[in-house]
């Protein structure tokens, strides 16, 4: 089956520019993450969501970043007022929510955002 | 505070050769961990995992071994092809929050033909 989905792939933009990410997770996946990886970095962690439960909002780094997630599948990842060190690669991974590969998360090729 | 690292940022090896990536990890807490891989340009990919309840876990050509005594994982890839060329990265869940994963900042494996 399909993958996860993410678009655009490539996104240039200028500073104070909001911008959307999109994620489309696996078909049945109930869980969702979104990551941030830096240049030669590893990858921090975002947000959560799972089901209909609160999201895990904890690694958000300020408050110009926002993700939402309707019908429990497609989440949008929103970056207001961009700002040029928020340049980087934004993945989004989807896991199931039970059985021995819950712990397991499927990631896309990611968008990489360029902010000037 | 607590972190998943590498010893080794960089590792080459000539292709058909065994390759050996380390990474330690300082949260006892931790019991479950993965290493994926990620191509250039591509999201990571899911290569094999292991919980803490074992030692050594074995795929198709790669072995992960777990020594929870120093707290440090292990990659092993027998025959080392020219398309293991990546940047690897271990992950730790700690078992409290059962979803997230902390990763280290991975280790870039060269293969030379």
């Known amino acids: 089956g399909a993958g996860v989905s993410q678009s655009p792939s490539n996104k240039v933009t200028e500073k104070g520019k909001d911008v959307e990410l999109r994620c489309d997770p696996i078909s049945g996946h109930t869980a969702l993450y979104w990551y941030r990886q830096s240049l030669g970095q590893g990858l921090e962690f975002l947000i959560y969501f799972q089901g209909n439960s609160a999201p895990d909002k904890s690694g958000l780094p300020s408050d110009r970043f926002s993700a939402e997630r309707t019908g429990g599948s497609v989440s949008t990842l929103t970056i207001q007022r961009t700002q040029q060190e928020d340049s980087a690669v934004y993945l989004c991974?989807?896991?199931?929510?039970?059985?021995?590969?819950?712990?397991?998360?499927?990631f896309g090729a990611g968008t990489r955002l360029s902010v000037l | 505070g607590e972190s998943v690292g590498l010893h080794l940022p960089t590792l080459s090896v000539q292709e058909g050769d065994n390759s050996i990536i380390n990474c330690a990890y300082s949260?006892?807490?931790?019991?479950?961990f993965i290493w994926y891989k990620q191509e250039s340009g591509k999201g990571p990919q899911f290569i094999i995992d292991?919980?803490?309840?074992?030692d050594k876990r074995q795929g198709q050509r790669v072995t992960v071994l777990l020594n929870k005594t120093v707290k440090h994982l292990s990659l092993q890839i027998a025959a080392t092809q020219p398309g293991d060329s990546a940047v690897y990265f271990c992950?730790?869940?700690?078992?409290?929050?059962?979803?997230?994963?902390?990763f280290g900042k991975g280790t870039l494996l060269t293969v030379n033909p």
């Open positions: 992950a730790e869940n700690d078992g409290g929050s059962n979803y997230k994963l902390t």
């Open positions: 949260n006892s807490a931790s019991d479950y």
């Open positions: 991974a989807s896991s199931p929510r039970l059985g021995a590969a819950k712990n397991i998360q499927y």
């Open positions: 292991i919980r803490s309840n074992m």
